[in-house]
């Protein structure tokens, strides 16, 4: 009887949920375990095509009118790129994920990958726009640097000088140092605690930003996390500094630069942190891409928006964006199920984090109001970044030195997909030792994709057949 009720709240709170049944044997007794079984993957990560961005509506009405300027065969690369720069114009906002924690929109950090002649450079024009407020700010501040140098250079040596202003960017230069990008994070924290947004064209130039390359790692995982930099500076007057970093960065590289960059920070959280959104190599078309025009009517546009972002402070709880992540949660544990890979899984949180902050920037712009049309592209979004990164690094992850072109080859693999159907635990156990992988674990994985209803078993025939749900998922 308690178990019949336990079962009956459960279904009360999850109505909607379907629950699979598992038998399991324990001391001799026989148990029946009801458990949540959900699976609406609605794009395909390991293909060698990039899911398919969902058409923007409702509510995403501000990543529209930005794809609007962009020549068409980069709209879907450029989408994870805008949420950086838009994000940076929250300030003084928290958001409750899932976890219990409170989280700003800074440490958002995106790497749009592309072949040299790939139209990357339409990213620098777009945010641009974006930050045109930002910019406007910032000559302001240079002013008041470059008067303090004209007046030092006017008074004597015996004549007393006046202080250094404390400047504060919000958009500093793409090749700004260290040195420069510390003392920025403390002028920003002094005034408030204003994240600032750097946009660089080329992956190396990140090296100059956090000190050299050596320290790219520590850097990029301190930003993300919002830590202090762990740095002191001293100047003339003996003052230190260890400022809070609130840095929102975007990143532009070719394949090759991109793998030379990260190969050796896959596995210390760093490559996990960084959004990736990859466009591979076109067919040669012999069409030169078309962009939008700049005009009035855009800037006074994008400014509705972006008012938005700046009018907005305090502490919020978006509901139904954590319920989409929760659920997203299970749907990516079913991911490295079906790959039976534990990178894939690890990546995969980082991922929903990015896009749940993501989700939480096109809930301001659309008035603090949830659309299905939202929920479709925060899903999207970690989809695309997963892909990417197999795109990528598939290789390199499991420790392979080949190409980018055939990285995919050695990343996760869906196992399911290669299996026939029906199918056979011994054929199981064939595949995963032609992927290197023991076969003592056949058993716990077609028990995980029976619960997961990607799978169903014949105990007359001993053979194992793949779900309508699951083909159908599949497919797409």
């Known amino acids: 009887l308690i178990i019949i009720y336990i079962i009956y709240i459960m279904r009360r709170i999850e109505p909607s949920k379907k629950w699979t049944v598992m038998d399991c044997n324990c001391n001799n007794v026989k148990y029946k375990f009801y458990l949540l079984s959900r699976i609406t993957m609605n794009y395909n990560i390991f293909g060698d095509k990039a899911p398919m961005a969902p058409t923007l509506g409702k ?64 990213l620098t024009a777009l945010v641009e726009a974006i930050c045109k407020d930002f910019r406007g700010h910032d000559e302001g501040e240079i002013r008041r640097l470059v008067e303090w140098q004209r007046v030092m250079k006017t008074r004597g040596a015996n004549k007393e000088k006046p202080a250094r202003p404390e400047v504060a960017l919000y958009f500093p230069p793409s090749d ?27 992956v190396e130039m990140a090296d100059r930003m956090c000190g050299g390359h050596r320290q790219v790692s520590q850097m990029l995982r301190n930003i993300y996390d919002r830590q202090r930099s762990g740095a002191l500076r001293a100047s003339a007057d003996g003052v230190t500094g260890n400022p809070l970093l609130r840095v929102n960065l975007t990143i532009s590289s070719t394949p090759y630069a991109t793998r030379k960059f990260y190969r050796n920070d896959l596995f210390n959280g760093t490559f996990g942190r960084m959004v990736f959104s990859y466009k591979p190599r076109t067919n040669r078309d012999g069409r030169i891409p078309r962009q939008g025009k700049y005009n009035e009517w855009f800037y006074k546009q994008l400014q509705g928006y ?21 659920q997203m949660a299970e749907d990516m544990a079913c991911l490295a199920d079906l790959a039976d890979d534990d990178v894939l899984w690890d990546v995969s949180k980082r991922s929903l984090v990015s896009a749940w902050k993501a989700g939480c920037v ?3 712009l659309n008035r603090h109001a949830w659309t299905r049309s939202i929920g479709e592209v925060v899903e999207w979004l970690v989809y695309h970044d997963i892909w990417s990164k197999m795109q990528l690094f598939g290789d390199l992850l499991r420790k392979g030195e080949k190409s980018a072109k055939e990285s995919r080859q050695n990343g996760p693999k869906n196992m399911l997909e290669f299996l026939p159907n029906p199918f056979n635990i011994a054929q199981l156990e064939a595949l995963r030792a032609s992927m290197e992988k ?11 994709w029976t619960c997961r209803k990607l799978i169903t078993y014949d105990p007359l025939t001993g053979l194992y057949t793949k779900t309508e749900k699951y083909l159908k998922s599949n497919s797409k």
Not at 98 to 121: F, H, I, R, Y
Not at 176 to 192: C, I, R
Request: glycine residues 8%; contains cysteine.
């Open 59 to 122: 509510g995403t009405e501000c990543i529209k009118l930005l794809c609007s300027q962009a020549s068409n065969d980069m709209i879907s690369p450029l989408i994870p790129m805008f949420f950086p720069a838009l994000g940076a114009h929250l300030r003084n906002s928290e958001f409750l994920y899932p976890d219990q924690t409170w989280k700003e929109t800074c440490g958002m950090m995106a790497n749009l990958v592309a072949e040299s002649g790939g139209n990357k450079g339409q």
């Open 176 to 202: 700004v140092t260290n040195p420069a990008f510390l003392q920025n994070a403390m002028a920003l924290e002094a005034q408030g605690g204003r994240t600032q947004y750097i946009n660089m064209p080329e």
């Open 306 to 326: 972006l008012s938005r972002l700046d009018e907005t402070e305090g502490q919020f709880v978006i509901h139904p964006l954590n319920k989409l992540v929760d």
């Open 362 to 364: 096109l809930w301001v």
């Open 438 to 448: 023991s076969s003592e674990g056949a058993k716990k994985q077609v028990s995980l």
